[in-house]
């Protein structure tokens, strides 16, 4: 089994593969006070909190991210806002790799950066797109970990890291 913990919000969150509820909150006596539902994040691997609002948990089988509103409302049955992956399971990739996304208005952009934080690539985004390697002046761009983030002004960021050979 992979786990995470998390503590915000005077709650201890736990992620995991559980397969009714891979997040879970307790409080700081142990008993459970919050969940969210295998329907909103099948499987969770990684939690980081943007603020008391806002939960990111990773699917550790299908590399998507998720950021979960964690308002009272937020949380029962509504669907994620965005979430970002990678269309195949091939990570690390040698010509090309696709981006899908969810939840994104169509004034969404995508960037791509490299290690050092250098944007290297820049396009519009509409729920799916092919990078083929290559930065703004049409050259290759060298082996190494690249980051994916995804941004419309509405939804908010989210990112997803991807390694060249």
Sequence with gaps: MFYDIGYSGGKIWFACDDADSPIKAFSTTGALVDYIWNSVVPAAHGLCFEDDQ???????????????DLTPTGIEGEEVQT????????????????????????????????????KVYTASFNGSH??????????????????????????????LRMLRL
């Design 130 to 159: 092919t990078w083929g390697g290559f930065d703004m002046q049409g050259n290759q761009v060298p082996s190494g970990t690249y980051t994916a983030l995804v941004h419309d002004g509405i939804s908010g960021v989210v990112t």
């Design 83 to 118: 979430s970002l992956s990678l269309v195949s399971s091939v990570n690390p990739f040698s010509s090309s790799v696709t981006i899908e996304g969810t939840g994104f208005s169509e004034a969404a952009i995508l960037e791509i950066f490299d290690i050092m934080g250098r």
């Design 54 to 68: 806002f939960l990111w948990a990773s699917n550790m089988y299908t590399d998507e991210l998720y950021r979960i």
